[in-house]
């Protein structure tokens, strides 16, 4: 696995950049396997870069555009992807575990068989995402994230947005199992929000009869890294 320097992955961003134009000398970003951990490249440009298998763990890739790119099987876990482009990204069985999503882009995006536990995905757009198979049971933040319609659902309640999953229900800034949301009493809810009481009693039954007729999907099991399978 090879380790890059700050000044060889500018060397492969400049390349990778006159590819992009089309100039001479340029050459897509071959960084397929390479140990890429804690690797500052925010806002870096790697559209349609090769980095399959790559080991990105903690890796700073906020507002990066990696659209189109080759991260099959890749290491994002506690990588940092807030506001970076992944729309048509291939991310299947990547490990994004403890990933920071807030407000990523990832429509079309390929997370079939994903491993999302403990990912922050906070105002994320997934809309047309291929989440198959993919682990979803432990999200940590769904608040505000626009979902595929599959496996990842939204709505907007009134003055609530709700986004579930096969297993998980957020509304606002709680996120609890579905089963413990129904189960939640009237004393329990308001100590969350002392506003939401209200809203509950009205849209509790709505929201079980919604979940009731269009469950979401549910995902799989994930591909998780080995250091992370613990």
């Not at 071959?30 to 140990?35: E, I, Q, S, V």
């Not at 991310?91 to 990912?119: E, T, W």
């Not at 432990?138 to 939204?154: C, D, F, T």
Request: a negative charge.
């Amino acid at each position: 696995m090879k380790t890059y320097t700050q000044e060889e992955l500018a060397e492969i961003l400049g390349k990778h950049k006159a590819w992009l134009d089309g100039e001479d000398g340029g050459e897509r970003a071959n960084l397929r396997g390479a140990n890429l951990s804690d690797a500052n490249l925010s806002d870096a440009n790697l559209i349609g870069a090769n980095l399959s298998d790559a080991y990105l763990r903690g890796a700073n890739l906020r507002g990066a555009n990696l659209s189109d790119a080759n991260l099959i099987g890749a290491n994002l876990s506690d990588a940092n992807l807030i506001g970076a482009n992944l729309r048509g990204t291939y991310l299947s069985d990547a490990n994004l575990s403890g990933a920071y999503l807030r407000g990523a882009y990832l429509s079309d995006a390929n997370l079939s068989g994903a491993f999302l536990r403990g990912a922050y995905l906070r105002g994320a757009n997934l809309s047309d995402a291929n989440l198959s198979d993919a682990y979803l049971r432990e999200i940590r933040e769904l608040w505000g994230a626009s979902g595929n319609g599959r496996e990842i659902k939204a709505l907007q309640c009134g003055t609530y947005t709700v986004t579930y999953t096969a297993t998980h229900m957020q509304i606002g800034c709680q996120i609890h199992e579905i089963t413990e949301w129904w189960a939640f009493s009237p004393a329990q809810i308001d100590r969350m929000d002392s506003k939401a009481t209200a809203w509950w009693s009205v849209w509790k039954p709505i929201l079980q009869s919604i979940i009731g007729a269009a469950p979401a999907e549910p995902g799989g099991a994930g591909v998780p890294d080995e250091s992370e399978a613990a």
